[in-house]
């Protein structure tokens, strides 16, 4: 159904009134933010409130344009700025993400908390006031309730059990053959994401302290660069997604957190039994007829000079939203994506004294996105895999839709914390993760596989994993830089796997056949090659992009699956087009890994060969490649980079008053061109040269370059 509003684009702006404001001034007076040399800001509050408050002047100062568009994706929100090709998008968000539950979830808030949701809004809304000059797209004022929408700061934090949107398209259809919707990312590029975290305990460490390594990897500039302060024990620096309020990857004087994704079964299809009676949709559930919930959902999309809408009538059983069809049978979805607790446990983190402080955090069990690595001044390591896991029968696999008629399938509540996946305190030293089975995580003391349920620990292993683990494993007397280098590892570990069964593919030929020949040259330089990556490398640019075509056209990255189910001529006329494309490209095959792996700074994704732009060395982490860059080309010669490596730090963990941490950001703090902080950080990113960061006062203070507070001109 279609309503034409015939909006507007751009909605009056909207007026606070002066009791918000004088609210607002007041505590912007309790807030003090210093930027250090490196654009930094360091956000010194009175209370936590406060804290929130200046971090999310500080985010809209950044960049508000993120920070809006982070909440009109939770809301469902993006057509009414990019127009009808985000329609399904938006509506997957509106069947998973129930702005009614998260209002509700505000008013019960505990007060204390409800004072940091409240400053969350505060903080924006003032910046909007105290800038009138920045229009925002469609959020002219931000209620408390918003950040009760994305209550994870992961960048894979919507779990959807397998559906995919064409699923989705087929099953809400609309009259509509000419828009092209967006789609589900493609397999090959899904298949780039990930990232890693490492712990390494006292006995492995030459000053007898702990060490965390923070490396997640994301689209580029997902995140930015914070430290929050208050009186009220609140002192944590790392990585922020826009427009949250609190440190997802980062740490305190007394501990660090790391997460990674992972696939441990949050989110499962149910096959609904569906009913037609006296022109009532009914779906059976343990042999008794109940009513499909319906609701109607209206998305409103931007179409040209106004502003249409699509009226979508929606179906849910008690299991939850139905998302699509699959042969035949109405798919529902159980989830927990969002939730009060799951908000809750993403701030209390931040405040976590050590290890039994950290494990009763872990304890709520509302984190749906992540495996957390752990390290405390104590001492302390940690891992674990997953965190809320739901019970489920163990007969039944929950990998396909499961049948919806039956409560023998359902969910029977949650797994305790130490029913879950873990590792404490590991004999062997060390902790690694890179999106890969914990049952490799600590060596020999990493958890059993057999004494866990499939659906806890699916993930397979991987060539990051294989390439930590040897590192870890064998390294004595680490430090901060001893793990930064570690982190930095560029051996390409799948290719111990696949460049043999392309050898002998290649052995096997015949002499007559045409790419004996042809094939001479790159087969010896990769023959001669020692499998790292780096700028003056020719194999590193000839196996990335042969390995890159085999995941292309199978939409596999594992190096045994495509070893073993890749033809052998498939194999060898992967290498001819690359050859072929390569000397069609740049009149010769023979071209250096930096001369094509390139990184160019730009707010909008939108690249060209024939502006300034860094050569890289760095590979993709599906090959092996610990510190990730992924690239691709789009409409250009070259390849530039898109995601990989973000917000990375080294910590090591002291006594009070002796922490050291050293961190890096994909290109700098700033989203101006004009500032020395667009991309000062460029360069040690992508050689591994982090940066010292200031965690104490007086170390601020020394290397302060600006001081304000929010709303009145900095000193």
């Known amino acids: 159904m279609l ?145 009760l929408l994305r209550t994870n700061g992961s960048i894979s934090a919507t779990e959807t059990g397998g559906i995919t949107m064409q699923e989705i398209r087929n099953f809400y259809k609309i009259d509509d053959n000419i828009t092209s919707f967006v789609d589900d990312p493609p397999a090959s590029e899904k298949l780039h994401t990930g990232s890693n975290g490492f712990a390494v305990a006292p006995s492995k460490t030459k000053s007898k302290k702990s060490i965390l390594y923070i490396n997640p990897h994301t689209s580029f500039y997902y995140r930015t660069e914070a430290h929050m302060i208050s009186n009220e024990k609140l002192n944590a620096y790392g990585g922020v997604t826009w427009g949250t309020f609190f440190i997802f990857q980062g740490f305190n004087e007394a501990c660090g957190w790391m997460h990674t994704s992972g696939r441990a079964d949050v989110a499962d299809l149910f096959k609904e039994k569906i009913e037609k009676k006296r022109n009532q949709l009914l779906y059976v559930y343990d042999g008794k007829q109940l009513p499909v919930k319906t609701k109607q959902i209206t998305i409103a999309y931007k179409d040209g000079a106004a502003m249409q809408s699509q009226i979508f009538t929606t179906y849910a059983t008690h299991h939850g939203p139905v998302m699509g069809e699959r042969n035949g049978e109405w798919l529902s979805l159980r989830e927990n994506n969002r939730s009060l607790d799951a908000l809750l446990q993403s701030w209390l983190r931040t405040k976590a004294d050590g290890f039994e402080s950290f494990k009763k955090v872990m304890n709520i069990r509302s984190n749906t996105s992540d495996n957390t690595v752990f390290a405390d001044n104590k001492g302390n390591i940690a891992y674990w895999h997953g965190n809320y896991i739901p019970r489920r029968n163990k007969t039944i696999d929950y990998e396909l839709p499961v049948d919806g008629s039956t409560s023998a399938t359902d969910w029977k509540g949650i797994h305790a914390l130490d029913e879950t996946v873990h590792v404490y305190n590991p004999k062997t030293g060390w902790i690694q993760n890179t999106n890969s089975t914990p049952f490799t995580v600590s060596g020999a003391s990493s958890p059993k596989k057999e004494a866990y349920p499939v659906y806890m620990a699916p993930d397979p292993q991987n060539a990051r994993a294989i390439n930590a683990m040897w590192l870890l494993s064998t390294e004595k007397d680490i430090t901060l830089e001893k793990m930064i280098a570690i982190g930095y590892n560029r051996y390409l570990a799948a290719f111990d796997v696949l460049l043999p069964s392309l050898f002998k593919a290649y052995e096997n030929l015949p002499g007559t056949d045409a790419r004996k020949k042809k094939l001479e040259e790159p087969i010896h330089f990769l023959s001669l090659w020692d499998k790292y990556s780096s700028t003056s490398s020719v194999a590193t640019t000839l196996a990335i992009e042969w390995a890159g075509r085999l995941e292309s056209k199978t939409g596999r990255s594992d190096a045994e699956w495509l070893m073993k189910n890749v033809s052998d001529e498939d194999k060898l006329n992967a290498l001819v087009s690359v050859v072929d494309d390569l000397t069609k490209a740049h009149n010769t095959w023979q071209v250096a890994w930096g001369d094509i792996n390139r990184y160019q700074r730009t707010n909008d994704s939108r690249f060209n060969d024939s502006l300034p732009s860094w050569p890289v060395g760095l590979a993709p982490a599906t090959w092996g490649s610990l510190p990730a860059y992924a690239s691709r080309r789009v409409n250009t010669v070259k390849r530039y980079g898109y995601h990989g490596n973000s917000f990375v730090a080294a910590v090591e963990f002291g006594g009070p008053g002796k922490l050291k941490a050293k961190t890096i950001l994909v290109s700098g703090e700033s989203f101006d061109p004009a500032s020395k902080h667009y991309d000062d950080q460029a360069e040690g990113y992508l050689n591994g040269k982090f940066k010292d960061i200031y965690f104490y006062k007086p170390d601020v203070l020394k290397r302060a370059k600006r001081q304000y507070q929010p709303g009145v001109v900095s000193k």
């Open 3 to 147: 309503a034409v509003l015939l909006l507007p684009l751009q909605l009056f702006a909207q007026s606070f009134s002066n009791t918000e404001i004088g609210r607002w001034k007041a505590q912007a007076r309790q807030v003090t933010i210093i930027e250090d040399d490196w654009g930094i800001p360091h956000i010194y509050g009175n209370t936590d409130a406060d804290a929130v408050f200046g971090l999310m002047y500080v985010q809209c100062e950044q960049s508000f344009e993120r920070v809006e568009l982070n909440h009109l994706e939770m809301m469902g929100r993006l057509s009414e700025v990019y127009g009808k090709s985000r329609l399904y998008e938006d509506l997957r968000m509106r069947l998973i993400y129930d702005t009614a539950a998260a209002i509700a979830d505000y008013h019960k808030s505990p007060a204390w908390f409800k004072k940091l949701l409240n400053a969350y809004a505060d903080g924006i809304n003032f910046y909007i006031y105290t800038h009138p000059e920045v229009k925002p797209k469609r959020l002219t004022r931000f209620e408390p309730w918003f950040a």
